[in-house]
């Protein structure tokens, strides 16, 4: 029995469903254990099936061998309604933030013209997978942990490296090829590496910019271990660092350990970005934290739920969140600071321990 | 003057659209240049903006100057209804094979409910971009050129160090590194490397099997420059090869050279995918040929044209395709040869130099 296929089939029955369609591939890749990158899953009460195309059939079989394996050819609206129809029932849920508009109206012409199907209906939903993914299994949380682990010694490794007129791109590089060779699969996001003024961008690609003393160094990293995602950010100097560097470091230095320190079980995700907000806009620098406190992470690196204005999601224990407050000036540079961390009888646990310099 | 947005407004008006919203990231990046991962364009006949949010919108600025550039907070439902009704019009085309189901129904409420936009119209638009994009310039011949040599040249290096004993990550990790020591961005799909009964699946991961002398090893590696994508594949043996890959391996060569040879403008997808199939199928291996000959590739590593079964995709000029038939047989192996061509003159002109083992 597929504990994770349950806790779907009690959703269905909350949200008065016969079935759903999964098309979001980590999602099929958490309910069934299939990796590949093709493929859908098809859940009734009383049947699992994974379809995919005659490239994974092998494969699909031997991961997931609580589903039937379908094999399919072309898109959903050749194979859907035939499919669809074995299943009984009238309403069947779709993921409605991963199927196109594209899709979702050649699925609905292709019922409608089905003598078997037409009685079928494609109910939009939205995170039914997500909130059960994001509570972590024991043995998520030690896949996470090894992720952590690498990603903090990727940075410890190539920190310790870096010197005046090294480039963000050979640190990125670094980074990257020590990830990889212990053991990494595909990294979640590119690495980011800013110095000086390019790290007031705080989504900026590494660049051929020599890193120089006394100025911000913002590095980004995230490893894979077996599917799930590290998000690790330190932001470093060389020699001296400016006086305004030291003022904004220690500012969201301040913010980021108060969210590790007063974030709770129960809040929503709007309070807990709130946590290190006050602090950074108290020190006077509210409008220079422009993105939220952070966000869910797993086998997807952002994903439910996420921790900031206006998010209702709610803080669970099991949950692997970030906490990566920010402060970026335009002309000057910017810090960041993450720690990943998992919920755990209510409060925060960092699973990042890599150094913060100080 | 932006040709590439001249060429969108032509097609504006032979769809009777007042402008256009862009999502899919390459053809944001395509039209416009701005290259930040999130971002939108909002296209009229006398107006173009792109919209981003703080983090992009200096890079936004330096990288898409032909661009008004508009600083966005939050999702399109927030913001584009205020900024589309002053583009004048009420026909607005979107992009519906990339936007959500959910974004769709999203974006309908929020035009209905505001008292500025309650007259525009959203109309779903599919490949408006992608043809207009499939046909190459000479500046970006140039790039892919540079793309598919990097990747022959991988391929070449590591190709000579393979020997018995070798595992397929530790061959798909030395072409990583070789790439991206050599300048790649970030690679466009993740390397294949199959030996023995592993190279019977055309997707599979590399994994920690040593390749044995005699056996089929399936290597597939592209490399990214300047954004623009490469695509390769060859298929080598060590020692004397088993007598079964011979045969295999000549009729596959067979088939990507007759491609090659006759494959030409004006041509349908499907008529290109069969001048290939037919050599297969004669042979009797037409069942183990399960995918499509080839596909465009650009900024995008699998792009228009596709070249498959019922692809009416009309082969021009310009156009850069895969050329990649393959034979696989479960529990045996499998084969695949691909060239990257550019179509000059009428016809194909290969852009991969990489040896061929015979």
Chains 1, 2 share one sequence.
Not at 100 to 110: N, P, V
């Amino acid at each position: 029995m597929n504990i994770r296929v349950e806790k779907l089939r009690s959703k269905l029955s909350e949200l008065s469903l016969d079935a759903i369609l999964i098309s979001q591939t980590e999602n099929r890749r958490y309910l069934s254990g299939f990796t590949g990158s093709a493929g859908y899953l098809l859940i009734s009460p009383d049947r699992a099936i994974v379809t995919t195309d005659f490239r994974y059939l092998e494969q699909a079989g031997l991961e997931a061998p609580d589903f039937q394996v379908i094999r399919i050819t072309g898109e959903p609206p050749k194979w859907f309604p035939d499919l669809a129809a074995t299943l009984g029932g009238q309403k069947i849920g779709f993921e409605s933030t991963d199927i196109s508009f594209a899709m979702y109206q050649a699925l609905t012409q292709a019922l409608a013209q089905s003598q078997a199907a037409k009685h079928l209906r494609l109910i939009p939903v939205q995170q039914v997978v997500e909130p059960i993914r994001a509570v972590k299994e024991e043995s998520e949380l030690k896949l996470m942990q090894q992720a952590a682990a690498l990603s903090d010694a990727a940075f410890e490794h190539v920190a310790a490296t870096i010197a005046p007129g090294v480039t963000e791109k050979q640190i990125a590089w670094a980074l990257e090829k020590y990830l990889k060779e212990n053991g990494s699969g595909p990294l979640p996001f590119d690495i980011i590496v800013g110095s000086g003024p390019n790290s007031a961008l705080p989504h900026i690609r590494p660049g051929d910019r020599p890193v120089q003393e006394g100025e911000p160094i913002v590095i980004d990293v995230g490893a894979r271990w077996k599917g799930y995602c590290s998000d690790l950010t330190r932001t470093i100097w060389l020699g001296k660092p400016d006086k305004k560097l030291t003022q904004v470091y220690d500012i969201v230095l301040a913010a980021q350990l108060t969210a590790m320190a007063t974030m709770a079980t129960s809040m929503t995700g709007e309070q807990a970005d709130r946590l290190a907000r006050t602090v950074i806009e108290q020190a006077g620098y509210g409008e220079a934290f422009g993105h939220s406190l952070g966000h869910g992470v797993g086998l997807v690196p952002h994903e439910f739920p996420r921790l900031g204005s206006g998010s209702t999601d709610v803080l669970a224990n099991g949950m692997v969140l970030t906490d990566e407050p920010g402060i970026y000036i335009t002309g000057w540079g910017g810090v960041r600071i993450e720690d990943m961390v998992v919920m755990e009888n209510g409060r925060p646990k960092s699973l990042s321990h890599a150094r913060k310099q100080s």
